[in-house]
């Protein structure tokens, strides 16, 4: 009886030796495994068994995306403005081998050579530029972090300038030069509106005059244009009435033609004429030869002639 615990107590210690070497290495981390204190492998995501008391597991390594934020360097500008800057740096390990052997306190170091290298930049940017070039101070620092630390196994993604935060002295004179510009903008701004107003004004005035002159030339031309078309009725009317009398004439004469009237009746029209031509006022009427042949008008005439006297 004795026994068969000594065996089982063996099965079970032996069961918690393999379940305690049996690693499950989990998403987005790597294991860097020594054997007897030289590097062996690296284990990715998955099932690995470790040999007991041979292999150790030297560092657990994040693949993720790391963030840090470093904490205000003081800087130097070219123009010997001092003023503080922190930063923000994301990376990543991409080699863990390399992350674990390749430099002592892997943060630290990024975190030295971000503050060397930010000082190196700004020292060749005066106040003005190093408030304007982030995007040139980011990349610079980007550019020289990534070749310095990818011996390490350290690929670094971007480098945020957080804060730019120059001395008190120099935040008050850009406060009053900014109030400056603001005010001499709006100064701008109100005589550009007072100007555009007056000529907007002028604009109004002038087309309000050129309408007026307008309406005046077309009042003008439109009472021209009813005289001169009355005249043209007028005078159209006049001729009308002109052909149409000389028109009647002609057809009286056409229709005394076509009558075709006798000597005695010629010499009664004749003396017509003559009466009316006397119109009540002469004295004489000199007849012509031709109607006095004509005896049997005498005593016509007699009796007109009486009656003129």
């Known amino acids: 009886m004795f026994e068969n615990w000594i065996v089982l107590i063996l099965i079970a210690v032996i069961i ?30 998955g099932l690995h068994f470790k040999i007991p008391l041979i292999d150790k597991i030297a560092k657990k390594v994040s693949l993720k995306e790391h963030v840090i934020d470093f904490p205000p360097q003081p800087v130097i500008t070219k123009d010997n403005v ?9 990376f990543q390990i991409t080699d863990p081998k390399l992350y674990s052997y390749g430099v002592e306190q892997p943060m630290a170091a990024i975190e030295n050579l971000t503050a060397t290298t930010l000082r190196n930049i700004i020292g060749e940017l005066e106040l003005d530029e190093s408030l304007t070039s982030r995007e040139y101070i980011n990349t610079k620092i980007r550019e020289v972090l990534d070749e310095a630390t990818d011996p390490w196994g350290i690929k670094i993604n971007r480098v945020e300038v957080k804060n730019i935060v120059p001395p008190h002295d120099i935040q008050t004179a850009m ?12 100064a701008i701004l109100r005589a550009e509106g007072e100007k555009k107003s007056a000529i907007l004004i002028a604009e109004g005035n002038k087309q309000s005059l050129i309408l007026e002159a307008e309406g005046q030339k077309s ?24 052909l ?12 005394l033609v076509e009558s075709n009237p006798s000597n005695p009746v010629i010499a009664i029209k004749s003396l017509e004429a003559f009466a009316k031509a006397a119109d009540g006022q002469a004295t004489k009427i000199i007849i012509p030869s031709e109607i006095q042949s004509l ?9 007109l002639v009486k009656r003129e006297l």
């Open 16 to 45: 918690l030796f393999i379940a305690t070497n049996i690693k499950i290495v989990p998403q987005a981390r790597a294991y860097v495994i020594e054997r007897l204190g030289a590097y062996n492998a690296t284990w990715q995501v």
């Open 82 to 90: 001092t003023m503080e800057i922190d930063t923000v740096i994301y």
């Open 244 to 255: 149409l009398v000389q028109k009647a004439t002609a057809d009286g004469i056409k229709m």
């Open 175 to 186: 406060e009053k030069q900014m109030r400056a510009e603001r005010e001499r903008r709006e």
């Open 219 to 242: 009042a003008v031309i439109l009472a021209a244009e009813a005289a001169r078309e009355a005249q043209i009725r007028e005078a159209e009317g006049q001729s009308e009435a002109i």
């Open 295 to 303: 005896a049997g008008l005498a005593t016509s005439v007699t009796e």
